[in-house]
């Protein structure tokens, strides 16, 4: 069962940091590109970051830009993409999803390259 599972959310505050880690169940996410997307409160889901199968290419939103970094490990089983949030602001309280497609370039087009979509997790930044 192919699935992505995020942990790592909390409660913090203005200036913390959290890292976000999400584990993809299977081999196949290998070869697939990783993103994580975020939702507020009546607001539309929204690309923050996304990187490639190899991680040599990485995009960022400028709301995150400078201040938030993805990376990913590729083991044999099980991939882990990290999103590491530094200097955090009220407005990145929202929740966090992990998303995989199979190219990189249609991720960061739009949700439409996405496949697969995490549950998500919940950051709370407190002023």
């Known amino acids: 069962q192919v699935q992505l599972v995020e942990s790592g959310g909390g409660f913090v505050q203005t200036g913390d940091s959290l890292r976000l880690s999400c584990v993809a169940s299977t081999r196949t996410f290998g070869s697939w590109a990783m993103a994580w997307f975020r939702q507020a409160p009546e607001k539309e889901r929204e690309l923050i970051t996304a990187?490639?199968?190899?991680?040599?290419?990485?995009?960022?939103a400028d709301s995150v830009k400078g201040r938030f970094t993805i990376s990913r490990d590729n083991a044999d089983n099980t991939v882990t993409t990290y999103l590491q949030m530094n200097s955090l602001k009220p407005e990145d309280t929202a929740v966090y999803y992990c998303?995989?497609?199979?190219?990189?370039?249609?991720?960061?087009?739009?949700?439409?390259?996405?496949?697969?979509w995490g549950k998500g997790t919940l950051v709370t930044v407190s002023s």
């Open positions: 990187i490639n199968w190899s991680g040599t290419v990485t995009y960022y």
């Open positions: 998303a995989s497609g199979p190219q990189y370039s249609p991720i960061v087009a739009g949700t439409r390259g996405v496949n697969y």
